[in-house]
């Protein structure tokens, strides 16, 4: 091609071969844990990738190379294979311009006739930033109606100056923060950022709490993100109490014709969060759960059953998982004459059985004596 102007090129493959990357921080545990990180990666420092391999199982990594979009320069790395199509990539140093992730490898499902060798790149360019914000958080416990601090760091190396903080959250709860952070000499500084969910927050209640810093201007950012738990503090430790109201039974020798019927109260007590659920462990009857008429705290509890099913166990939960088991019967026992009578016999049967044994030991001693004699 020969052109007097300038012109692009664009080519286009089909290939069922790609990968997906990730930053990741590898702890220095004897197992190699590692964790995502989800902000952006800093300018000049060291980093790591997890690089997955996807669209053949005959493929494998041979090289990762940061690439900057303008220019030549790039940064190699080294390249550890986990398995499963799945490396940790090592780099000494990320650049401060924009780069992307080039990664080459080899396929070995192609013929000897063939090289093999493949080569992907990032679709994206990525840029580093000469920011860092970080959180040192390791209770993510956020209580209703009550606020709570969270202290992060911005840094910038060997720069001091100003950055603007935003921070947002994804279920809109009140934020209070400083809207801009001046950084020492060093180029560091701290903050807060009080967050407040509403009393009335169901527990359990995941929230993304985001925060960023920005040079002025805009021409550098970048964040961190902390993920909270909604959860109330607990207080109540005791489970909940029943009370038996009424049982009342004509169970007879034909259990199939005649039923019982018992009535339980439950209550979770003066500084209980109240009950939540009750239920049927054991027992085969008909059970109806409502609430006492001069008590809104209590939980009136009907139970109706065979008298074939003499047994029933009630599962009472208050609403901070507090759990209580109620066992009820009208099972018939054998009267205590039955019971004294086997033990009479077994002791009658005792006695005799050594009375014959003493008259049998006196025959013998006897006889012994008389042929002693006789000689």
Same mark, same amino acid.
């Given at each position: 091609m020969k052109s007097i102007n300038p012109y692009s090129l664009k080519v286009i493959g089909e290939s069922s071969i790609?990968? *997906?990357?990730?930053?990741?921080?590898?702890?220095?545990?004897v197992f190699g844990e590692f964790s995502l990180i989800e902000n952006r990666p800093t300018a000049g420092g060291n980093a790591s990738l997890l690089v997955t391999l996807i669209g053949s199982e005959d493929i494998m990594v041979t090289e990762v190379t940061l690439v900057e979009s303008a220019g030549s320069g790039q940064v190699n790395s080294t390249v550890e294979a986990l398995g499963g199509g799945e490396y940790v990539v090592h780099f000494d140093?990320?650049?401060?311009?924009?780069?992307?992730?080039?990664?080459?490898?080899?396929?070995?499902?192609?013929?000897?006739?063939?090289?093999?060798?493949?080569?992907?790149?990032?679709?994206?360019? *990525?840029? &580093?930033? &000469?920011?860092?914000?970080?959180?040192?958080?390791?209770?993510?416990? !956020?209580?209703?109606?009550?606020?709570?601090s969270v202290t992060f760091s911005v840094m910038k190396a060997g720069e001091g100056g100003s950055v603007i903080i935003q921070a947002t959250?994804?279920?809109?709860?009140?934020?209070?923060?400083?809207?801009? *952070? %001046?950084?020492?000499?060093?180029?560091?500084?701290?903050?807060?950022?009080?967050?407040?969910?509403?009393?009335?927050?169901? =527990?359990?209640? =995941?929230?993304? !709490?985001?925060?960023?810093?920005?040079?002025p201007g805009g021409a550098d950012s970048n964040y961190v /993100?902390?993920?909270?738990?909604?959860?109330?503090?607990? %207080?109540?430790?005791?489970?909940? /109490?029943?009370?038996?109201?009424?049982?009342?039974?004509?169970? =007879?020798?034909?259990?199939s014709q005649s039923m019982w019927d018992l009535s339980?109260?439950?209550?979770?007590?003066?500084?209980? %969060?109240? $009950?939540?659920? $009750?239920?049927?462990?054991?027992?085969?009857?008909?059970?109806?759960?409502s609430m006492a008429a001069d008590n809104e705290t209590a939980t009136v509890v009907s139970y109706v059953a065979s008298c074939c099913s003499p047994d029933v166990q009630l599962v009472a939960v208050d609403k901070v998982g507090n759990v209580e088991i109620c066992s009820y019967s009208v099972r018939r026992t054998q009267p205590a004459t039955t019971i004294s009578s086997v033990t009479t016999a077994v002791t009658s049967f005792s006695t005799?059985?050594?009375?014959?044994?003493?008259?049998?030991?006196?025959?013998?001693?006897?006889?012994?004596?008389?042929?002693? !004699?006789?000689?």
């Open positions: 790609d990968f *997906l990357f990730n930053f990741i921080k590898v702890s220095n545990s140093r990320i650049p401060s311009v924009e780069f992307v992730v080039l990664v080459k490898g080899q396929n070995n499902s192609i013929s000897r006739a063939s090289s093999g060798i493949f080569q992907r790149q990032s679709t994206t360019s *990525l840029r &580093a930033s &000469a920011l860092n914000v970080a959180i040192d958080e390791s209770d993510i416990v !956020l209580e209703p109606g009550t606020p709570r959250n994804d279920k809109s709860f009140t934020l209070h923060y400083p809207t801009n *952070l %001046t950084l020492d000499a060093g180029g560091s500084a701290t903050g807060s950022v009080n967050i407040t969910a509403p009393p009335n927050t169901p =527990s359990g209640t =995941s929230v993304t !709490l985001t925060i960023e810093a920005a040079a /993100v902390l993920r909270l738990t909604v959860l109330p503090k607990v %207080t109540d430790f005791t489970p909940p /109490v029943c009370k038996l109201l009424s049982l009342q039974s004509n169970c =007879s020798d034909n259990c339980v109260q439950v209550t979770d007590g003066v500084n209980g %969060t109240g $009950v939540d659920r $009750v239920s049927l462990r054991e027992g085969s009857g008909t059970l109806n759960i005799r059985n050594n009375f014959s044994i003493f008259i049998c030991f006196g025959f013998t001693v006897l006889s012994f004596l008389l042929l002693s !004699l006789g000689r």
